[in-house]
């Protein structure tokens, strides 16, 4: 019952089986959320107990990470008596509460003292006994296949959800990448507009004999430099990249996708700190908006 070997994986997951076995209809649930490691609950009828670790074992493989419960339900047929009355025991305490219901004015032969007698009877020590349920390794062998069976669906279901997520992950990391490319042009026309805007406040300033030109290309190369996002562009474009990369992996990406979102984050940051211009502006917030899309589902990849 190990994971598959697939793209990527939901957290969130649900299987179900049911089934015939001896004289009780067994139902088995799996179902997981997110989390950040495997905390698995277990509840199952008392002659299963003795087989729960390797079983949690096998179910861990399965869930690998997340909140996740499982249990074992069942319900009983007409020929599935677990009870017995001890009928000497309780024809003893009759014999005894007799004499003490005649005292109180109960006749022995009254039916409705007769009720009452074995009523109270029945509820002393003993009475009624519970026969031990015994694990049968027939009955184990059918239950384990209800558990397999249980677990491929759950599996299915992490398939299906993650394969959604994945279709989603792709679009955005796009959208992403298309942003990117349009910044491009603006960043040209930035630079010229800053060229142009400097110029005109230095000669507005001080006139044209003292202004020295090499220093002035000196300043406005070193200015340019300081707006310059060609590294946060080549960064962008490589971390997407190894996104896309990581959703091409086997599963189990969820926390790599988590860090490489995380880096993508950071330079759109510092795009956006640098921009100094209203497009380029609009252009980040699109960006962190896809962003922030993509972070809240990578919590629920495995």
Not at 48 to 69: A, I, T, Y
Not at 77 to 85: I, L, N, Y
Not at 100 to 108: C, L, M, R, S
Request: net charge negative.
């Amino acid at each position: 019952m190990g994971v598959f070997c697939v793209m990527i994986l939901s957290m969130t997951g649900y299987g179900k089986a049911e089934a015939h076995i001896g004289a009780r209809k067994y139902t088995v649930e799996l179902r997981s959320l997110n989390g950040k490691g495997l905390d698995l609950s277990v509840r199952m009828p008392p002659q299963f107990r003795e087989k729960e670790m390797p079983l949690r074992k096998e179910l861990g493989q399965v869930v690998g990470r997340g909140k996740s419960d499982f249990f074992i339900h069942f319900e009983s047929d007409a020929g599935d008596v677990r009870h017995q009355v001890n009928a000497g025991l309780v024809q003893h305490y009759v014999d005894q509460l007799s004499p003490v219901f005649e005292q109180n004015g109960v006749p022995a032969s009254h039916v409705e003292g007769q009720v009452q007698k074995l009523t109270s009877a029945l509820r002393f020590p003993d009475a009624v006994s519970a026969s031990r349920d015994t694990l049968d390794e027939e009955e184990w062998t059918g239950m384990l296949d209800l558990v397999r069976e249980a677990c491929k669906g759950f599996t299915a279901y992490r398939t299906q959800e993650g394969a959604i997520l994945e279709t989603d992950f792709r679009e955005r990391i796009g959208r992403i990448e298309q942003l990117r490319r349009e910044l491009a042009p603006l960043l040209e026309a930035r630079t010229q507009r800053v060229r142009s805007r400097l110029k005109e406040h230095l000669e507005a300033d001080l006139p044209r004999d003292r202004v020295d030109e090499n220093r002035y290309e000196h300043e406005l190369i070193f200015y340019l430099e300081k707006l310059d996002v060609t590294e946060e562009l080549v960064r962008l474009e490589a971390n997407c990249g190894y996104f896309l990369e990581m959703l091409d992996g086997d599963s189990g990406q969820g926390k790599k996708l988590g860090f490489i979102s995380q880096e993508i984050g950071r330079e759109i940051n510092t795009l956006g700190s640098k921009s100094q211009d209203a497009a380029m502006q609009r252009i980040v917030v699109q960006m962190k908006d896809e962003l922030e899309k993509i972070k809240e589902q990578v919590l629920n990849i495995l």
